[in-house]
T-cell receptor, first 115, second 116 residues
């Protein structure tokens, strides 16, 4: 069964460092998303991406964040200068063109720890 | 704006006992409702969803949920749980008007622990 894959599963970084989280969405999907979950808190929407541009972003997704689809398979989230409060589990999700029911397919998540 | 409340952060249940995980939502418009499950070391997986029609929806692994519009609830139930049901369960909503730009609003999750 096709699935969304994310790398790395866990990354530890120093505050101020740049981090890139990678995602490989399901191959025929066209809508891509990043969500995050700070420990003990809600899963929060960060950004949606379609047709090589951001569709919507939340207040969390400030200038320190960026997303990119550098090739036909990867979808990346970059945090330019990490802060302690960026420590969280980051989930990538995707959906297909004709799925207009809100159902998203999620990856296993990338745990980011900022020291 | 929409919000989701899962009042129970942790629910311990004995094996083969029934369980209900509560979810209430707030929205000024009609919504789509979802339950996602996260098994240990895995991603979020759709358990079931309500879009329209029958208010009782059935999902995978014997779970079901009932949409109650008057109480703005979407509680998840299973008549007899198994050890393998140990997981984190998330209730979520989305706005049907945002076709092509689904943004799920999640609750804080309920950790279901099955006691042998």
């Amino acid at each position: 069964e096709p699935e969304v894959t994310q790398t790395p599963s866990h990354q530890v970084t120093q505050m101020g460092q740049e981090v890139i989280l990678r995602c490989v969405p399901i191959s025929n999907h066209l809508y891509f998303y990043w969500y995050r979950q700070i420990l003990g808190q809600k899963v929060e929407f960060l950004v949606s991406f379609y047709n090589n541009e951001i569709s919507e972003k939340s207040e969390i997704f400030d200038d320190q964040f960026s997303v990119e689809r550098p090739d036909g398979s990867n979808f990346t989230l970059k945090i330019r200068s990490t802060k302690l409060e960026d420590s969280a589990m980051y989930f990538c999700a995707s959906r297909g063109l004709h799925q207009n029911t809100g159902e998203l397919f999620f990856g296993e998540g990338s745990r980011l720890t900022v020291l | 704006a929409q919000s989701v409340t899962q009042l129970d952060s942790q629910v311990p249940v004995f094996e083969e006992a029934p369980v209900e995980l509560r979810c209430n939502y707030s929205s000024s418009v009609s919504v789509y409702l979802f339950w996602y499950v996260q098994y240990p070391n895995q991603g979020l997986q759709l358990l079931l969803k309500y879009l329209s029609g029958s208010t009782l929806v059935k999902g995978i692994n014997g779970f079901e949920a009932e949409f109650n519009k008057s109480q703005t609830s979407f509680h998840l139930r299973k008549p007899s749980v198994h050890i393998s049901d140990t997981a984190e369960y998330f209730c979520a909503v989305s706005d049907p008007r945002w076709f092509g730009n689904e943004k799920l609003t999640f609750g804080t999750g309920t950790r279901l622990t099955i006691i042998p």
